[in-house]
């Protein structure tokens, strides 16, 4: 029986190609999977036509890759991070961080399951990453990670304290004026 397969069969072949298979297993396994059709000429035109389709959207997929590997290639990424002991980052630097940061930069969204980081950096400095676009589409980045400034903390905590000394003595005078009265 001949058939039209509409997508990659594992031992029997790719998408669009005209096969003979047996009876038995185009009508039990790959008809009622959708993996197939039966050849006849309509059928035939349509597949073709649809495999052209899905070149040509392809072809401008692949020409939008590379115009988006060209503005990220040799891109540097700073991230902050805060210290703990030891010159060990607090946390650690995954890849929907850099993601995100990438995103952020370039102004189109990159998922972070593109960005190639084996494991998570936990330590400052700089990085070559990956960035896997297409299977032989990868520019590479540099991120550099650096240690988030403790002066910055130590404002945000002596506001705080301020803030909290304010609200005490608020509190103390509305304690004493309901004594008055």
Do not use: C, H, W
């Not at 115009?67 to 630097?93: H, N, P, T, Y």
């Not at 988030?148 to 004026?177: D, H, M, Q, S």
């Amino acid at each position: 029986m001949k058939i039209v397969l509409l997508e990659d069969v594992p031992g029997r072949g790719k998408a669009g190609e005209i096969k003979e298979v047996s009876k038995g297993y185009a009508k039990n396994f790959l008809l009622p999977r959708g993996l197939a059709l039966v050849a006849t000429s309509t059928v035939i035109k349509q597949v073709e036509s649809r495999l052209e389709r899905e070149k040509l959207e392809g072809s401008i997929d692949r020409e939008k890759l590379v115009e988006l590997a060209q503005q990220i290639e040799g891109r540097e990424i700073r991230l902050k991070a805060r210290m703990g002991a030891g010159e060990r980052l607090f946390g650690s630097i995954t890849a929907a961080n850099v993601a995100e940061e990438l995103s952020r930069a370039i102004g189109s969204v990159i998922d972070k399951r593109k960005i190639d980081i084996e494991k998570p950096f936990r330590q400052t400095g700089s990085y070559e990453v990956a960035v896997k676009l297409a299977s032989d589409i990868k520019p590479k980045i540099t991120v550099v990670i650096e240690e988030e400034e403790k002066e910055a903390e130590a404002e945000a905590e002596t506001e705080k304290k301020v803030e909290k000394k304010k609200r005490k003595a608020k509190e103390k005078e509305e304690g004493k004026e309901e004594e008055k009265e």
